[in-house]
């Protein structure tokens, strides 16, 4: 089991920026696919990006594309989510997971380990 903390979150205006970023325990977190989620209030936990083990290749939701980047710094085992052109329906929860390694990446099923989550809230 792998133990993920995210934090950075808060309260930005809309068209601002903030940086998640995810810590991670464990000697193994190189060789897993990570990715982050969001889940605004009354709604389902939706994907919004991952990235390879090595971090050689990432996929995001068309919602996010071209807006955030996700990127991870395995000797410091952290996992990030630069998020830029913040809209208030970015407003979530935002959690990091492990993937386990079998089945879509896009899918919260396929993912063993969550964050206890940080909040994002973008004003207009």
């Known amino acids: 089991q792998v133990q993920l903390v995210e934090s950075g979150g808060g309260l930005v205006q809309a068209g601002g920026s903030l940086r998640l970023s995810c810590a991670a325990s464990g000697r193994t977190f190189s060789t897993y696919h990570m990715g982050w989620f969001r889940q605004a209030p009354g709604k389902e936990r939706e994907f919004v990006a991952c990235?390879?083990?090595?971090?050689?290749?990432?996929y995001y939701a068309d919602s996010v594309k071209g807006r955030f980047t996700i990127s991870r710094d395995n000797p410091k085992n952290t996992v990030l989510l630069q998020m830029n052109s913040l809209k208030p329906e970015d407003t979530a929860v935002y959690y990091c997971a492990r993937h386990t390694g079998i089945g879509a990446a896009t899918t919260t099923s396929f993912y063993d380990d969550w964050g206890q989550g940080t909040q994002v809230t973008v004003s207009s």
């Open positions: 990235i390879g083990w090595s971090g050689g290749s990432a």
